[in-house]
């Protein structure tokens, strides 16, 4: 068995040539030996961190324990940026020994002369053509500084963020609110939820409504579904994926059914519960049989997906990869990809999956978490080495092995923003319900974890996007036995201040309002740049971790944003009340609007179709609490009046076909009929809803009725069809019509 569309070289790399968001590979990994790490020149573990809670027993630490952690030293200004070397030779340089030393500038290759003060930071003497200070030169920007009020961020609730958040604050030079203010701020870092704080009226919060929701494992993997149906190609770096326990049935039906027509196939899968993390829960099978228990078990969710049995190794290792991705704003959709990036590898050596080794945690699931439990976990200082490294020191690997890392990168690159847009249609009903336009509230940014596995053939594959991801900067070591001590990790925080900073610097209020003055190549100009004016009192930050991707590249993606444009549909008929479902009356007023029903397409049937799809769905979502359609079911009714009013055409354009015809109707509306997407009176559509609920069982499944001839009206939906689950994702959907030759024929109209 395959991932769909294994071994498709399909070549996107070309899309995005032009760009390769990682330094180039001997300036990004060259000679940062431990004691030249940002960390590493601040502090050194023992003596720099000092714990409140020192010592404890791992029993007593929780995943999201507060950190306790202070750090004593200043950062060193060039933090990130620059790395001690000595010029010739490109060898590390001891810093006491040399009080004037040359310096190479992380990502460019260039040289230049430097002096170490006495607390250890590096200053620059000369800076070099690309290193601007301030806005225009230092005397300018220290002047900006004593003008402008610093940013105020609220970190009450960063958890365990916070140790690499009070960095980036202090490099920027703003002000940090530890227990709130009683005004407001102008950014607020939860370490958990949009509604970590609901009293937020003003700035911007790093979280967005519903993305924890969003992004648990079953709505990812439905999310994706629903874009693998209209983009199938563009798509495929998704593992096939069943939703359990709803999709037992149909999952047994097509692993037996594979297996027959292969009998040298043997797959494997892996069961992820739906809210896990961290790899808890998860376990690997080859038969699914060995589902049983969960697929009698309805309260276990969890998602069953193809497990790629061939992954890049490095060191005979299997490793994964977590990229930061800022998603800066929805409206307009700006995205930013971290250049840097960690690889985490497992301690035990690859071996495809057998029944032998089928439980071995370490060879098979990359986990940090996981993994550092194992005795062969090494924790390195260094940023090439270890369990857990830098990701550019692994594609420097790759590059010197000739792999073409460019291709990689833009790979990745296409992964995250089709990932993004597939996400942003379900985001945008959350914001439009917990803010309201007209709503005071603040604005919203996240960023998100993206774990990203290679496949041998370097195809990147999408494992799961984490809206938490972990932002700590310093790991648990055990001091003595029994007693644990956190201890600065480099490469988390080589890693994650830089992307933390950047995002800050990228929100900061007033570099927002005078980006706008310029044209938009300017604003990414000047935001890539190494200095923006946040650098204040002249002090030098070092050149941008984050890249922008949206809108960079909206020319080669926004083909892909169509459920993005029903979303538009389903919002304007929901309203602004704050819900997030569809009642039939606005369902309703969406056909009347958009002249979707005929003759052949009665009110009647409507409201059977509304019923149909909202009861499956809400069976589908048990502990959904609001009644009415979710936008993803009304996607399904969309896609079904698609099918019907353009048969013979593929999915995407129907679906297409069918948005400009609404699109086009409302516009017309618009012009002459401002009131014209009002829902209509609530009692007809009652009368008409509990009429329909007379006839139980009666309606069709969207998917499995038939579509009528193109532009022609609707026709009235076949009658008692079962309630099956809808939009298993497109393969399983295509595979189950090949299975059911006849089942097309018996639902034509
Ligand atoms: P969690 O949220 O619990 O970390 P993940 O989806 O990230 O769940 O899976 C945990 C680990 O399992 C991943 O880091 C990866 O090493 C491995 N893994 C997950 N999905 C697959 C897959 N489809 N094929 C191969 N390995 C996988």
Redesign the pocket.
Known sequence: MHLKGEGVEKEEADIIKDEVLVASPPASVSPILASDTPAAQRETPKTSVTCRNQSKSRSKLGKDEKNTCTKQDSVPALQGTIVASNANSGKPVNRKNNEQQMLQIKGTGKILQGKTETNGNTVPIHPPEDIKVGPHNKEDANKVAKRRKPVTVDTFKAKTSLEALKLSIRQLKWKEFPVGRRSACDIYWHGVSFHDNDNIISGQVNKFPGMIEMLR?INLTRAVRTMQELFPEEYNFY?RSWILPEEYQLFSTQISLAKDSDVSQKPTF?I?PDG???????YLIRDPGDLRVIAGSHNKQSVV?????K?LLIDKL?F?IRLYVLVKSLEPLEIYIAKEGLS?F?TEPYQEPSQKNLSHVFM????YSLNVQSGNFVHSDSLSSGSKRTFSSVLYRLASKGVDIKKVWSDIISLVIKTVIALVPELKVYYQADIPPGKPGPTCFQILGF?I?LMKNLKP?L??V?ANPSMRIEHEQEVSPGVFEYVPSPVDEEVKVGVIRDTLRLMDPAQRKSLTSYPEHQQEEMLGSPVRGTGEEGRVLPSMCLKQVFPKYTKQFSYLRIVERITALFLRFLGVKGNMRLGPTGFRTFIRNCKLSNSHFSMATVDILYIDITRRWASMLPDSREAGMGLQAFVEAFFYLAQRRFKSLPLREQVVSLLEVCEAQLENQGRGDPGGALPEDSTSTRRSVSCSRTQPGRTQHPHHMSTSAPGQALSAPQLCSPATPRRASSQDYRLHQRLRPTHKGNVEN
């Open positions: 494992k593992p892996i992820k896990g993390s961290q790899g808890d829960g998860i997906q193809e497990y790629i049995h992954p299997k994964d985490r497992c098979h699931l990359t986990n774990d596995l594959v494992l799961e984490n």
